[in-house]
């Protein structure tokens, strides 16, 4: 286990995109502290910022290796980006980026992510207890695309734009969610536990969003087609409770949920899933 | 061997190889999982005429993947192509149509897959819609992602898993209860299905798990692969060749086709201590002298305490096993018709 602890709270923010477990795995401690960070516009050794522990125990379920990161790391940038495979665990906040465009692997949060967190993703679990900001598992600006895999989990709530222009993939919201969840989705699947903001589905193509604690209102776009309680929804609750993710039972199955077909004004075979 | 006056021969029981895949069906009530199961089910009693087994998995089912109340079902079938075809027709035909059943893989584990989802998707006319659960979330078991369908139907949706695993089985375990008359025969007849129906992983594909009529390979009709059993028959004892005594009253012969040789063996050995009762004259098996089939199940050693394979039988399975799946790699409509002679003729037994 390589355990990474932050010397102190740091104003300007830390970009730290090699703290993953496919850097760190390889590498001595003495090497692993020589790292580069970016400390505003400047490079400095991870050692000025980090103390660094490293011992042979705590592999990871896939094989690869585990990396625990401590301490007031709410503005360190970018951990776990692009990571394939191992555990890393961020044992308070996450800054922007946090496991943006990751491959494979296990990144838990145990607190608080800033926006960006899992944006892009194409594997593995982001599994963020406390909150989320926003943006979470969706593109960056000018891509038209999102998710195209993988599996992103959010504690509380989250902010806006949560899985937009997602291709493949899940989201999972046990909180609330801001406004354009699921916005411009051409595939996958998005489940708000709690209740979600306005234009929910905007410009969905194909791919569900469901939304179990209801919209303030519905696009015009969007028609509502039955009342019925999706089985699937029952698979996805389960399949989640199995993995230990914390998904109360009865939210998603055995109950009926509105499906309404759209966005209309785009291809129209998507659908949101409103309960509430 | 003699167990409560009941003679057990010294004889065999022959079964090969054939592929297995296990499904669960679950609906609103355990009634309408139980109707699929059983239409699904329903005329797969010899891969010889109906094209595979299938039945009932008496296995405990503790949860199902939609948490509903649900059957588990075992369905054999000579080669993987073969398989797959049944099921897609099964599935589409019975369980689809049912209301508000659901289809899941029953062997996630297995390394190879069969496409059910995958074909029967077509019938949502491009309404249907896939899922994909990824492979993170299986992290713990290490298989890969699990992929479903949702087909619209008049009731709501069809979910129905898009591959099914497939391993290998062994099929034609047997026994033969040879009784004073019908009466005994059957009442032990019906004995040892109940006690193979609480047997995991096993089915006993025939009606009610008993099967009356006996096959020899071959006829007097050129048209005709396989004909009664006449050396079993009571009404041709003493006409023809005939293995019956004095006494023999009748013959009810209980076949088996399981997950492994272990659970074969298992649901032979309690069919057989459960057919033993009154007016049951002896127990023996049906064997072609271990030419044909992979496996061997000698009888008397499934009674003693602890039971050691012979050297032959182990050459035999062995060999068999390399035979069969050298044999199913091949998937051309000859080798197909070859793989169903093979069994008529090692099974020996057709309705």
Sequence with gaps: MIRLRLREANRVPLEAEVITPDRLGPLLAAEIERLPVYYGNKAHPLAEHFEVAVDGAGEAADGGPTVVVEGPTGRVKRLGEQMSRGRLVVAGDAGMHAGAEMTGGELIVEGNADDWAGAQMAGGLLWIKGRAGNRAGSTYRGSKVGMTGGVLVVGGDAGHEVGGYMRRGLVVVLGNTQDFAGARMVAGTVLVLGQGGLRAGAGLRRGTVVVAGGVPEVLPTFRETCVYRPGFLAVYARTLRARGLPVPEGVLEGRPFRRLGGDLAELGKGELLLGG | ?351
């Design chain 2, 1 to 351: 061997m003699n167990i409560d006056g009941v003679v057990i021969e010294d004889t065999y029981a022959e079964a090969f190889s054939m592929y297995v895949s296990r499904l669960v069906i679950t609906a609103a009530s355990r009634r309408w999982a139980l109707t699929a199961a059983e239409s699904l089910t329903g005329f797969a009693t010899s891969v010889i005429g109906c094209g595979c087994e299938a039945g009932i998995d008496p296995g405990a089912l503790d949860e199902t993947p939609d948490g509903r109340p649900g059957v588990a079902v075992l369905v054999f079938g000579m080669s993987r192509r073969a398989l797959e075809q049944q099921l897609v027709a099964r599935v589409g035909q019975s369980v689809m149509t049912a209301p508000t059943t659901a289809c899941f893989d029953g062997l996630p584990g297995a390394g190879e897959r069969l496409a059910v989802g995958a074909k029967l998707r077509f019938f949502g006319d491009g309404f249907q819609i896939s899922k994909r659960l990824d492979a993170a979330l299986f992290a713990a078991d290490g298989r890969g992602h699990r992929r479903f369908w949702r087909i619209p139907v008049m009731d709501g949706e069809f979910v129905v898993d898009d591959r099914v695993g497939v391993q290998k089985g062994v099929g034609g375990g047997n026994f033969l209860i040879v009784a004073e008359g019908v009466e005994a025969g059957l009442a032990s007849a019906e004995r040892a299905s109940d006690a193979i129906r609480r047997t995991p992983g096993v089915i006993a594909p025939f009606p009610g798990g008993v099967v009356r009529s006996g096959s020899k390979v071959g006829s007097r009709y050129k048209f005709l692969t396989a004909s009664t059993n006449s050396a079993y028959c009571p009404t041709l004892r003493r006409l023809v060749p005939t293995v019956l005594e004095a006494g023999d009253g009748a013959v009810f012969e209980v076949v088996i086709d399981g997950v492994d040789a272990a659970a074969v063996e298992a649901a032979m050995r309690a069919g057989i201590r459960a057919a033993i009762g009154p007016g049951v004259r002896r127990i023996s098996a049906g064997n072609y002298g271990g030419k044909l089939g992979a496996f061997t199940f000698p009888l008397r050693p499934l009674f003693a305490e602890t039971r050691t394979p012979s050297a032959a039988e182990n050459r035999t399975t062995a060999v068999g096993d390399k035979r069969m799946a050298a044999a199913a790699e091949d998937h051309t409509p000859a080798a197909d018709q070859k793989r169903t002679a093979a069994a008529s003729a090692s099974k020996g037994r057709q309705s």
